[in-house]
C-alpha cells in the first residue's frame, strides 16, 4: 500500500501570501497524483490531477508540481476562499488509491 | 449535468445491517470506475474501495476488505455499500465519486451513517 504524507499539518498564513504544501508518497507514483480542497461541510472538490493539471474551474494561482515521490500544491496570493483543508491522492492503477492526511490552510 | 446523488442519512443500531446507494446520471454509467470514501467527523478521507459498473469488477482497501461490501447495478445506474452488521465504528459521512477525463470529478453530496445504542 502507497502511504502519502502531507507537511505541515497546518498553516497559517494571511490573505496575498503564498502557501506551499508538500505531499510525499512512501514510493513512486510517476505523475498520478491529485490534490483535493475541502471545506467545512462540503464534499471535497479536484484542485489539481496528474501532479501538475488544473481540474476545470480552478484558477490559475493554483499549480502542482513534482513527480515520482515528492509532490508540491502552491497556492499564490491567497484568497479568502481558498483557506480550507487540502488532501493529496495518489491516483495510479494500484489501489488502494489512498489519501494524504491533509493540510490545513488556516488565516493567520 | 452529470449527477452522483446518494441515498439520506441513516440512524442505526450496532448490529444491523444497512445498504447505501448512489445514482449516477448526465454519463454513460458503465464507462467509468465509482468509489467509495469515508469521512469520520472531523478527520481526513479514506478511499475505501471502487466498482467498474461494467462488469462489477471490485478493488477494496485492506482496512475495510470484509468489513463492507460494494455492489452495482447498472440497469438502474446504481451502485451500493452495505455492511451486514453495523459497528459505532463506521459512523461517518460516506461519500461516492467518479473521475472523467480532463479532470472532471464528481461527488455525490453524502450520505451521514450514524451508529449508536
Same mark, same amino acid.
Given at each position: 500500500?502507497?502511504?502519502?504524507?502531507?507537511?505541515?499539518a497546518?498553516?497559517?498564513?494571511?490573505?496575498?501570501?503564498?502557501?506551499t504544501l508538500?505531499?510525499?508518497?512512501?514510493?513512486?507514483?510517476?505523475?498520478y497524483?491529485?490534490?483535493?480542497?475541502?471545506?467545512?461541510g462540503?464534499?471535497?472538490?479536484?484542485?489539481?490531477?496528474?501532479?501538475?493539471?488544473?481540474?476545470p474551474?480552478?484558477?490559475a494561482?493554483?499549480?502542482?508540481?513534482?513527480?515520482?515521490?515528492?509532490?508540491?500544491?502552491?497556492?499564490?496570493?491567497?484568497?479568502?476562499?481558498d483557506?480550507?483543508?487540502?488532501?493529496?491522492?495518489?491516483?495510479?492503477?494500484?489501489?488502494?488509491?489512498?489519501?494524504?492526511?491533509?493540510?490545513?490552510?488556516?488565516?493567520? | 449535468?452529470?449527477?452522483?446523488?446518494q @441515498?439520506?442519512?441513516?440512524?442505526?443500531?450496532p448490529?444491523e445491517?444497512?445498504?447505501?446507494?448512489?445514482?449516477g446520471?448526465?454519463?454513460?454509467? =458503465?464507462?467509468?470506475?465509482?468509489?467509495?470514501?469515508?469521512?469520520?467527523?472531523g478527520?481526513?478521507l479514506?478511499?475505501?474501495?471502487r466498482?467498474?459498473? @461494467?462488469?462489477?469488477?471490485?478493488?477494496?482497501?485492506p482496512?475495510?476488505?470484509?468489513h463492507? =461490501?460494494?455492489?452495482?447495478?447498472?440497469?438502474? =445506474?446504481?451502485?451500493y455499500?452495505?455492511w451486514? @452488521?453495523?459497528?459505532?465504528?463506521?459512523?461517518a459521512?460516506?461519500?461516492?465519486?467518479?473521475a472523467?477525463?480532463?479532470?472532471f470529478?464528481?461527488?455525490?453530496?453524502?450520505?451521514?451513517? =450514524?451508529?449508536? @445504542?
Amino acid at each position: 500500500e502507497i502511504v502519502l504524507t502531507q507537511s505541515p499539518a497546518t498553516l497559517s498564513l494571511s490573505p496575498g501570501e503564498t502557501a506551499t504544501l508538500s505531499c510525499r508518497a512512501s514510493q513512486s507514483i510517476d505523475y498520478y497524483l491529485a490534490w483535493y480542497q475541502q471545506k467545512p461541510g462540503q464534499a471535497p472538490r479536484l484542485v489539481i490531477y496528474e501532479a501538475s493539471k488544473r481540474a476545470p474551474g480552478i484558477p490559475a494561482r493554483f499549480s502542482g508540481s513534482g513527480s515520482g515521490t515528492a509532490f508540491t500544491l502552491t497556492i499564490t496570493s491567497l484568497e479568502p476562499e481558498d483557506f480550507a483543508v487540502y488532501y493529496c491522492q495518489q491516483r495510479t492503477i494500484r489501489p488502494p488509491l489512498t489519501f494524504g492526511g491533509g493540510t490545513k490552510v488556516e488565516i493567520k | 449535468e452529470v449527477q452522483l446523488v446518494q @441515498s439520506g442519512a441513516e440512524v442505526k443500531k450496532p448490529g444491523e445491517s444497512l445498504s447505501i446507494s448512489c445514482k449516477g446520471s448526465g454519463y454513460s454509467f =458503465t464507462d467509468y470506475w465509482i468509489n467509495w470514501v469515508r469521512q469520520v467527523p472531523g478527520k481526513g478521507l479514506e478511499w475505501m474501495g471502487r466498482i467498474d459498473p @461494467s462488469d462489477s469488477r471490485i478493488n477494496y482497501s485492506p482496512a475495510f476488505q470484509g468489513h463492507v =461490501t460494494i455492489s452495482a447495478d447498472k440497469s438502474i =445506474t446504481t451502485v451500493y455499500l452495505h455492511w451486514s @452488521s453495523l459497528k459505532a465504528s463506521d459512523s461517518a459521512m460516506y461519500y461516492c465519486t467518479t473521475a472523467h477525463p480532463g479532470g472532471f470529478d464528481y461527488w455525490g453530496q453524502g450520505s451521514l451513517v =450514524t451508529v449508536s @445504542s
